[in-house]
């Protein structure tokens, strides 16, 4: 799985399209949370799920709309 975070990063260094970058953080926090998800439930830790939970839920629509306005701002 860690191998799999540095496909995105590799991504993000190769191109500088914003839409490109947007998407690989988002790929790499969808990632994480998942990880996040695992270790919760081999450590029986709930604390740590509904973290994860939240960040699949809302983290990347926050950074989808993020990557919106930044690619008006730059059009304008």
Same mark, same amino acid.
């Given at each position: 799985?860690?191998? #799999?975070? +540095?496909?995105?990063?590799?991504?993000? @260094?190769?191109?500088?399209?914003? @839409?490109? %970058?947007? +998407? #690989?953080?988002? &790929?790499?926090? %969808?990632? %994480? =949370?998942?990880? =996040?998800?695992?270790? &919760?439930?081999?450590?029986?830790?709930?604390?740590?799920?509904?973290? =994860? #939970?939240? $960040? +699949?839920?809302?983290?990347?629509?926050?950074?989808?709309? +993020? =990557?919106?306005? $930044?690619?008006? $701002? %730059?059009?304008?």
């Amino acid at each position: 799985m860690i191998l #799999a975070l +540095l496909i995105p990063m590799y991504e993000v @260094w190769k191109d500088h399209d914003i @839409w490109q %970058t947007m +998407l #690989a953080f988002a &790929s790499i926090s %969808t990632k %994480t =949370a998942i990880i =996040a998800l695992v270790i &919760s439930v081999w450590r029986d830790d709930w604390m740590i799920g509904v973290v =994860a #939970a939240i $960040i +699949l839920s809302v983290g990347n629509a926050g950074l989808m709309l +993020l =990557a919106q306005i $930044i690619k008006r $701002i %730059t059009e304008a």
